[in-house]
């Protein structure tokens, strides 16, 4: 028997505002516990709640860059529930009219573009966090109020790897929009990971598990396999998936059972009554759209047909939002992008992940890189010692011609002190020599590679290449 795999993702997301949604108080992640609280996020009787504008404006901007339909009328309801993270023992959240639905995000699966659907994106608010010691646990509202936002998407998701790519296009569109951190492991972007399997071809939805606790995507697309080849083992046994919500570990990889079904709450949703219905103002929809700039997606496309990259190196430099307006501030400066593609993917990449670093985060000004591809492009460097000069540049923040002249890094084409190097290399060397002569040409590369080290890599090598060819041949 051959399965369809089917998931549904809900992501949670955290809106970067400087204040809560229903209060004044302050989001700054990493406060001492519960020092930013109030009566009404606290849940006094009497308080009441005042919404955030900026948090509006943001969860609409996602909205549209998610291509949904915002809804005409913004209204809140209550979803009842007792926990002891939530103290009004309800959250403020949206239920029968989201604030926008019917969205897609077009990811590209098996190297074809997939509109994946997305049923909703609400606003509602965070709740406090516990944590759990031995014999009591500690509550911190600090969280307590913070904007939230929820992306879920239709259960249209064919594979963990689809999921992947997924968040990954969402996560890029968010930070390109600049709503949120989007930082996982600080919380401020978490999802929860809904998979069905069905036979090949039917229409019927199989039984889902809803799977927590994964804090990355890469613990996603594991936990999603897992919990996959779990639910095609018990099938082909011949047993039934329960409904229920399950614990992905990560050290273990494996998923676990947390909750069944028979468990799940009755929300006893109602319209919030501190809050009433209003419509967006006029015209504020339109200042939102003007706000969002041109997407990854599409700049991925400009990319290619405008600097002829290819479709990798185009999602590639379009990722970050950052090391693609970096990109474009170089191409405006040197005439070969396929070039200066390689370096940010692969120098400049090289770089800052070792130093985590980000691109926005260095002080390696754009005409410092493109001037060090010119000076490439003229001869004054060669390849290799550029290479040098990069993290130079970078940790000085240096332009690069001053600091070749400063640290004796320019090339060397003056054809005496190249003969000189190579005089030394082949009375050094007889053995390679004699293999060269003896008709091994790829010898000649090993010689080459003697004259560059020789001159600390400062040598012309197309120089070396075509003198040391010449200096052979005569010295039969
Ligand atoms: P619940 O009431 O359990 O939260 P919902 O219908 O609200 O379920 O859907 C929650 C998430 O689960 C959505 O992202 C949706 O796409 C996904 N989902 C729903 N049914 C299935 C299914 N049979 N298989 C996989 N995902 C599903
Ligand atoms: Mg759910
Ligand atoms: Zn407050």
Redesign the pocket.
Known sequence: MTYET?????VHLQLKTRSKVFCGCSTNFGAAPNTQTCPVCLGFPGSLPVLNREALKLAAKVAIALNCQIAKKIRFDRKNYFYPDLPKAYQISQFGHPLSQHGHLPVLSNGKERHIKI?RVHLEEDTGKLFHEKDHSLVDFNRCGTPLLEI?????IGSPEEAYAYLTLLKSILEYIDVSDCNMEEGSLRCDA???LKKQGAKE????T?IKNMNSFKGVKAALEYERDRQVELLESGQRIVQETRLYDAERDVTESMRSKEEAHDYRYFPEPDLVPFDFEKGLLTEIEKEIPELPEPRKKRFVSEYRLSEYDAAVMVSDKAMADYFEDCARLYKNPKIIANWLMGDVSAYLSEKNLTIAGVNLKARHLTGMLEMIDRGAISGKIAKTLLKEMIETGKEPGALVKEKGLEQISDEGEIEKAIDQVISENEKIVGDFKDGKKNAIMALVGKVMAKTKGKANPGKVNQMLSKMLREDK
């Open positions: 089917v998931i549904g993702l809900e049923r879920v998407s239709e259960p249209d809904n998979i069905s939805l199989g039984v889902k809803e």
